[in-house]
């Protein structure tokens, strides 16, 4: 079985920032890509940024500039620090992460999801 747990979840003004982070456990070998997507209501769900295991990164255009995804392989975590928050960014927020088994295979498996509201 594998897990990921999002934590971090709020509510903060416009400008202001959040830190999302997610930790994966389970019976995991190694995991591959690690991402944040986040889907607001009557939208659908779009990527927000990803990081790989040797932390190249991507971000959505929205959010360049403003939001930094890392990671600690070590520890099977992703962060994602979110600045100068728009209330655009808000959205219920899933960490996603493409996990190598220990018994062998290959899955891609997603958190809870977190909210994320951005208002005054």
């Known amino acids: 079985q594998v897990q990921l747990v999002e934590s971090g979840e709020g509510l903060v003004q416009p400008g202001g920032s959040l830190r999302l982070s997610c930790l994966a456990s389970g019976i995991i070998f190694s995991i591959n890509t690690m991402a944040w997507y986040r889907q607001a209501p009557g939208k659908q769900r779009e990527l927000v940024a990803s990081?790989?295991?040797?932390?190249?990164?991507t971000y959505a255009d929205s959010v360049k500039g403003r939001f930094t995804i890392s990671r600690d392989n070590a520890k099977n975590t992703v962060i994602l620090q979110m600045n100068s928050l728009k209330a655009e960014d808000t959205a219920v927020y899933y960490c996603n992460a493409n996990i190598r088994l220990v018994l062998g295979g290959l899955i891609d498996h997603w958190g809870q999801g977190t909210q994320v509201t951005v208002s005054s």
């Open positions: 990081i790989t295991s040797s932390g190249r990164t």
